[in-house]
């Protein structure tokens, strides 16, 4: 099975600022098959990213994906109040669609 | 708009059984998978199992094996999720996905099912 290992646990950064979170996969993964979720207290996770790079409709520009083989990032420029979440990476290539165990981003 | 409501939730002993309901509407239920994926609570998401409601095809994961069965009704567009002889750690909130994206990631999320496993 493949992990996914994301880095850091928690992040600490101040709206304006930009956040870089990283994900590493114990083996190759397609960039097409790596996606990015967001998920606040209480609430479902959301879709960020897929395809390592592509936004969903609705998901702001700030939200970049990318990478590629066993290295992953979602960078998020201009933080604003609402991105204070855990975001978790993902493999939906095939089964088991394992995640990363999440980072948390905090003010 | 795609909609996926979840019901089944509540407090059940341990040994007991849980199912789970994931009520789809807004596209065709037969076309697209159904994945499971469970939080415990303060923890991080865990898949558990997907359903194409076409054809009927089934995965787990590995550890729920012989303890899971994940079922669809066409006739009314809901999946189910059941799981026997129930843990403490089953404890979790039980969430509905489906992918409709190119390449399959999990766009539409159920609201949750939360289930505590407690004597």
């Not at chain 2, 596209?27 to 194409?52: N, S």
């Not at chain 2, 409601?53 to 729920?64: M, V």
């Not at chain 2, 509905?96 to 099912?113: E, I, L, M, R, V």
Request: hydrophobic residues 30%; glycine residues 10%.
């Amino acid at each position: 099975d493949i992990v996914l290992t994301q880095s850091p646990g928690t992040l600490s950064s101040s709206p304006g600022e930009t956040a870089t979170l990283s994900c590493r996969a114990s083996q190759y993964v397609s960039a097409v098959y790596l996606a990015w979720y967001q998920q606040k207290p209480g609430q479902a996770p959301r879709l960020l990213i897929y395809g390592s790079s592509v936004r969903p409709a609705g998901v702001p520009a700030r939200f970049r994906g990318s990478g590629s083989g066993t290295d992953f990032s979602l960078t998020i420029t201009r933080l604003e109040p609402e991105d204070f979440a855990v975001y978790y990476c993902q493999h939906h290539e095939d089964a088991p669609y394992t995640f990363g165990q999440g980072t948390r981003l905090e003010i | 708009e795609v909609q996926l409501v979840q019901s089944g939730a509540g407090v059940k002993p341990p040994g007991a059984t849980v199912k789970i309901s994931c009520k789809t509407s807004g596209y065709t239920f037969t076309d697209y998978y159904i994945h499971w994926v469970r939080q415990a609570p303060g923890k991080g998401l865990e898949w558990v199992g997907l359903i194409y409601p076409g054809h009927g095809e089934r995965k787990y994961a590995e550890k729920f094996q012989g303890r899971l069965t994940i079922s669809a009704e066409t006739s009314t567009d809901t999946a189910f999720m059941e799981l026997t002889t129930l843990r403490f750690e089953d404890t979790a909130v039980y969430y509905c996905a489906t992918p409709h994206s190119s390449s399959w990631p999990f766009d539409y999320w159920g609201q949750g099912a939360l289930v505590t496993v407690s004597s």
